[in-house]
């Protein structure tokens, strides 16, 4: 926690100087978090294996798979940590070893201590939610994601990765990843499921005050993300460089480059995101719990990627 603590401290300093670009600053919160993801996991996992005769531990066979903000390696000073635990292990114990395992993982990563709390943990975005296992078998996770996964479990998984663990089933991973964005989609019918799902996270974050939330108001940066992970679940089986995990600004690009979109308006869009992003870590850096501004502030920002969101998913939500 110290570490983290003195390295984001460091980050912060290169921001405020003017050092750091958005981008550059999200890359390195996630290589940070990502670091500490894996020194945890391996100090735990001696408290929940059981050595052999000659006290050799087994081998750790779970991978860490990151989602939303640390999964696109667009971390912020204060975000959560989006996380799903894969395992692929043939030992009959398995899922009570890894559930364990996990059920520590989050515990360490989110106790709060005298040096304060290393990160928020959400486990949600796992197969079946809060009813769910907190860990969950490779192929299992396969099984669900082909058979049983909302589309909007489909739109998160372009926003994941392999973070931390083992190397092994952090390529099983990757590999099923692969397989379920070159799924062939029709893209109106899969525009008319991001629409509705758009309005059920609109239903769900409420805003009641005078002000613009950056996040979740029209024209903010859910928009646009939901604009990128559409484009890429429809677009990647006939244009593979959209399945690398590159961020949304980097997507928006090579998805121009592709021709699925605006040059300019891709360019304009890309740079009305990080310009939300900055606000966002102000606003957080300030201690505020939602990132909120003036009515009257980012017009240009929200404008452009309501343009966005018409030209690829038609009108944009009020």
């Given amino acids: 926690r110290d570490i983290q603590r003195q390295i984001s401290f460091q980050l912060l300093a290169q921001d405020l100087e003017g050092v750091l670009t958005v981008e550059s600053l999200g890359d390195q919160l996630s290589a940070l978090a990502d670091v500490l993801l894996n020194e945890t996991l391996h100090r735990v996992w001696p408290l929940i294996a059981k050595p052999d005769s000659q006290g050799i531990l087994p081998p750790l066979r779970m991978a860490i798979i990151a989602y939303g903000r640390l999964g696109g390696k667009e971390l912020g000073y204060s975000s959560d940590l989006d996380l799903v635990y894969l395992y692929d292990d043939p030992r009959e114990d398995a899922t009570e ?11 360490w990563l989110s106790t709060m201590t005298s040096s304060g709390r290393l990160y928020e943990v959400d486990l949600r975005l796992r197969p079946d939610g809060d009813a769910g296992l907190l860990a969950v078998a490779v192929d299992a996770f396969k099984t669900y994601q082909l058979d049983k996964a909302w589309p909007w479990e489909h739109q998160a998984l372009t ?33 008319q499921e991001v629409r509705q799902m758009r309005k059920k996270m609109t239903a769900g974050h409420p805003n009641t005050s005078p002000d613009f939330d950056i996040k979740h108001d029209s024209g903010g940066m859910v928009d646009l993300e939901f604009v990128t992970q559409y484009l890429v679940l429809t677009q990647a089986h006939k244009h593979p460089s959209l399945l690398g995990n590159l961020g949304n600004i980097a997507l928006l690009r090579l998805c ?30 300030q201690g505020a719990d939602k990132a909120r501004v003036q009515q009257d502030q980012l017009q240009t920002e929200r404008e452009t990627i309501r343009k966005l969101w018409s030209a690829v998913l038609g009108a944009p939500l009020a």
């Fill in 97 to 107: 070893i890894y559930t364990k395992l996990g059920r520590r993982m989050t515990s």
């Fill in 256 to 285: 121009a480059e592709a021709g699925l979109i605006n040059s300019e308006l891709a360019a304009k869009s890309g740079d009305a995101y990080r310009n939300l992003r900055r606000a966002q870590h102000q606003c957080r850096l």
């Fill in 159 to 191: 926003r994941a990765r392999f973070a931390a663990g083992d190397a092994t089933v952090g390529q099983r991973f990757e590999e099923i990843r692969h397989e379920i964005l070159t799924l062939e989609r029709k893209s109106e019918p899969f525009a």
